[in-house]
């Protein structure tokens, strides 16, 4: 699988749940994850971020136009102290 996309659905943090912990559970499947336009928070980011640190394959991960804040900024930006495949 390369690419989710899921932009622009409406999605909320319990919609996508299951997705996070598929990506949790298998980080080096996917290589782009598209979630921008949802209502995405903050519980989904810092998940997501734990998910950017595991993965040695996710090249792309839009998360524009949903509703996170600086929580998931600061834990995506210790993510990327990890991660080397993220463009």
Do not use: C
Request: glycine content about 6%; proline content about 2%; hydrophobic content about 45%.
């Amino acid at each position: 699988l390369m690419w989710i996309d899921l932009e622009y659905k409406q999605l909320s943090d319990a919609d996508v749940s299951e997705l996070v912990d598929r990506l949790l559970a298998h980080p080096d499947i996917v290589t782009a994850v598209g979630l921008g336009g949802n209502q995405l928070t903050d519980e989904t980011g810092a998940r997501l971020a734990r998910y950017v640190a595991a993965s040695t394959t996710i090249e792309l991960l839009d998360l524009s136009s949903n509703r996170i804040g600086p929580a998931t900024f600061w834990a995506m930006a210790q993510a990327l102290r990890i991660n080397t495949s993220l463009q």
